[in-house]
């Protein structure tokens, strides 16, 4: 119950600062990292498949309403969540990916998190911003997008990270 | 859990491969509908930021708009001494309005005003910065609000020619920076140099004739193809515009059902 408030509490933060920031934050047409990445990426490791698979819908769907993408935010929310398990599993290894617990820098290690959290959001960006240009004929301008946009969003994800399972933090509590 | 996976996914990407830039506005339409007050409050502590630019411009625009009023007086004075003048008569009807979202980071921009079809707002209606530039165009409409096509996507399409020129080309943008578009397919032998103005033709469907585009930046000449590609600076500034003006073709629809007939 508790976890369930956490994580709908944390689902809502991400998606106004992903439409009231960071979609309104109008730098240049490289910069837009998805922050909302973090919703799938810091549920508990020992989350059943399927849970995941319907948060990533869940995230997906209301990313796409939000930006009037069709489907871009979902195809790329389904594709993370199927191969979080996968993705856990190499970098974290299967001993701790079984274990459980959230998957954030304070409770696995920063230099674990940061490449699980930089496999995840290059996933999901090489989709977005692939399916968001409709086209491959600006595949260098989409490279580019996914480079800069994956490590912005890392750092902003560590950031969520930090407030959401400090240091401190029961992780153990959650499973 | 792979199947249900493989049947997620499947029906995404079919509502995204027979998607189109209205599916997206339809899609934005929902959204402001349930959370446009939260963009709107959002979108008025921002506007003080731009204040002064936009004092300064509607300034301007104004004192060109009573020089040309002058003008237009001394021939109304005249006409009226013999008819009555009516303005419903007129081809083109002008609501102003507030950009309440506006993107430029994507492929596919849109922005949302505060006007919906309540205040008289439809889809194909023009969109024009306050100072008379191309902006963009409606393409979808709740009671209070409408998403319209930002000249800052990739599917947004014009028609545009050189100021002194009969010649035109097709006005899109590539994605890339949003300081320029493209006017592509314009002959080689058009009369046309770096500097030069572009404006909207007579043949656009959602646009008055003579709209400011942007000035020539760069002519992109090929040996085997028969047509320039040309560079424009727009006139709009994306980043700073947060009111608009919508113009109506009140013959849109007239001239849309007669050519249908033809057809």
Redesign the interface.
Known sequence: MYQGIRYTLLLIVLALLQSLVFNQVQISVYFNPLIYVAFVMLLPMRTQPIIVLMCGLLVGVLMDVTMGLAGVNTIASLLTAYLRPLMLRLVMGRDNAVEGGIPAPMQVGVGKFISYASVFTLVQSVVFFALEAMTLRYAHLIAIKVVLNTAVTVALVMAVAAFFAPKNYNNSFLD | ?GA??II??SL??H??AN?SAY???K??T??NAM?GW??ST?SSVGRYFHLDTENHLLVNRIAELENTLEAYRAVVDEYELHHKLDTSELKFRHTPARVI????????N?ITIDRGFGDGVRDGMAVLTPDGCMFGYVVSCSERYA?CMSMLN?EFRASGRPTHSGEFGSISW?????RYVTLSEIPKYTPIQVGDTIVSTAYSFYFPEGVRIGTVEHIANTDNSPSSTIRVKLSADF?TTDKVVLVENRDAEIIMDLEESVK
């Open positions: 859990m249900i996976f997620l996914e995404s990407i509502f995204y998607s599916t997206q506005a899609l934005l929902v959204s959370v939260i963009n959002f979202n506006n993107t430029v980071s994507h492929q596919q849109f998403v990739t590539d994605g890339k920076d949003r980043m």
